[in-house]
């Protein structure tokens, strides 16, 4: 039965080399595929009823995947590291604190994938994804909801069969939920009180993940950032007057800031993630005849230009997990 399946990550010493580790996480679906073109040869030959079956080359592309989660107090460190470009991971009195944050050049990790996925039969395939890179990513907070973390992933090739690796999680962990999840903002040094409901963050790291050359090898090389990353957001809330000074912010165009702060059920675990300047795109607020007058603020998230990260995440647990 599906819930007989398992996803886990583990750091790759070098591009598209196995890791001999799993880090389990408890995905959501399973949406790693592997890519296959063919190369046709079709030309003047008298009798062809189509293209011939010895005409076709078929070539490996790799593939993509997504690992979503709901955000554990512990053990969500390596994917996150996944999908930042600087990371930096310290021990102090029994606590691992993990610092990611976004720069211009990208030092994050490429990472194997394992799936495992079971037959009616009672048979397992397992499926080794390797030279996984992330490729963008996103974070939910809703009401009446836990917290959900979505890492996109390009990989350089699958290898199927072997022996499964078991997959090691935490001893314990809880997820980050919305009764534990708050959201700080401020215009110009000043802390808005906007009643959110919903936030939602994402980042496209802007790879160039084809880098396909003729060298013999159908295999890509490690993707290289080929674009300029975009961090988006969004916030929804209740309308009041504090919502106002951020819909004046907006027609304004003016920066603002945001911390989201997590708190975790474990003793010292925590999340918070920091942007040091936003700036709203939109909207007006929106009255309802059977609801109270709403508010939905999506924006941008800027460099702020004074060397601070665009988006830094902290992110602490036991050290023992």
Known sequence: MALDASIGIGQEATYGTLSPVVEGYEGHADSWKTEREFIESVGFRAGMQTARADRRNIVNMGGEGELEVDLLDAGAGSLLSAAFDKMTVAEA??????????????????????????????????????????????????????????????????????????????????????????????????????????????????????????????LKKKPVRNALPTYEGSLEGEYNAASQDLYDAFVAGEVCTLRVALTGVLPESSLTVECAAIQFTGDSPEASTDDVTTHSLPFRVLDPGDGRAAIKVTYTEPAGD
């Not at 993990?98 to 799936?115: H, T």
């Not at 890179?133 to 996109?152: D, F, I, Q």
């Not at 199927?160 to 078991?166: F, K, P, S």
Request: aromatic share 10%; with cysteine.
């Open 93 to 218: 009195a029994g606590v691992r604190t993990w610092v990611l944050e976004s720069q211009s050049v990208s030092a994050a990790p490429s990472f194997s994938a394992q799936m495992v996925r079971p037959g009616t039969d009672g048979s397992k395939g397992v499926y080794k994804h390797v030279g996984c890179v992330a490729t963008g990513w996103s974070l939910s907070a809703e009401t009446e909801n836990a917290v959900t973390l979505s890492v996109e992933f390009d990989f350089q090739d699958v290898q199927v069969g072997g022996a499964e690796v078991t997959p090691a999680y935490p001893p314990a962990a809880f997820p980050y939920d919305w009764t534990r999840t708050a959201v700080e903002l401020k215009r110009g040094g000043a802390a808005v009180a906007f009643d959110t409901t919903k936030l939602e963050l994402s980042g496209d790291l802007g790879l160039k993940t084809d880098r396909r050359f003729l060298r013999g090898n159908e």
